[in-house]
């Protein structure tokens, strides 16, 4: 049995769960709603208060889609009622994001800075050196900050870039000059 895929997800109150037939699974919460069309081998049922994902059978394919589909699930169901965020840090002598309305404008050291604007269900906000991204998609907030991580990826020698704000940068040592 897939460990993450026999979990029962557990729904908190304020939040609804609808599945249609073709597993169309609709998430209601008070920060929104969700929709996402699920594969249609898995069987998925509600059972007092938690939703509950079962497999046909055993082949492998079927053990993959099992816990993907749980995990999907789990993560719509937390998207509306939490939400999510991702943390990104500029750091460089004169790097600098800023906020300008719906578009994020970063100065990293081209000749023209750039402009983001933010996907809709998204919002991004500048605090210091800080770009919080969030929403209540998981996917979406993913995908946007590593999109606007590929604007500067942080390079090894001096740290200078946009990272995430976890991440660990391996430093590397410089030239070093004959003696």
Do not use: C, W
């Not at 509950?52 to 589909?69: A, C, F, W, Y």
């Not at 929403?135 to 900050?145: C, L, N, P, R, S």
Request: glycine residues 12%; hydrophobic residues 30%; positive net charge.
């Amino acid at each position: 049995m897939s460990r993450i895929g026999r979990l029962p997800i557990e729904v908190p109150a304020g939040v609804t769960v609808d599945i249609k037939d073709g597993n169309l699974v609709t998430v209601k919460g008070p920060k929104g709603t969700l929709e996402k069309a699920l594969p249609t081998e898995m069987e998925i049922k509600m059972e007092d208060g938690h939703v509950v994902v079962t497999r046909p059978n055993d082949l492998k394919k079927m053990k993959s889609l099992h816990g993907l589909t749980r995990s999907l699930l789990h993560n719509m169901v937390v998207g509306v009622s939490e939400g999510y965020t991702k943390t990104l840090e500029v750091n460089g002598v004169g790097y600098r994001a800023q906020k300008q309305g719906k578009k994020l404008v970063l100065s990293l050291g081209y000749s023209h800075p750039v402009e983001m604007e933010d996907p809709e269900g998204l919002e991004s906000k500048v605090e210091g050196n800080q770009i919080i991204v969030s929403g209540i998609d998981k996917e979406k907030v993913g995908q946007f900050a590593a999109e606007i991580r590929d604007k500067r990826r942080p390079e090894p020698y001096k740290g200078k870039g946009i990272k995430y704000a976890d991440e660990v940068i391996r430093r590397k040592v410089g030239k070093t000059g004959k003696k």
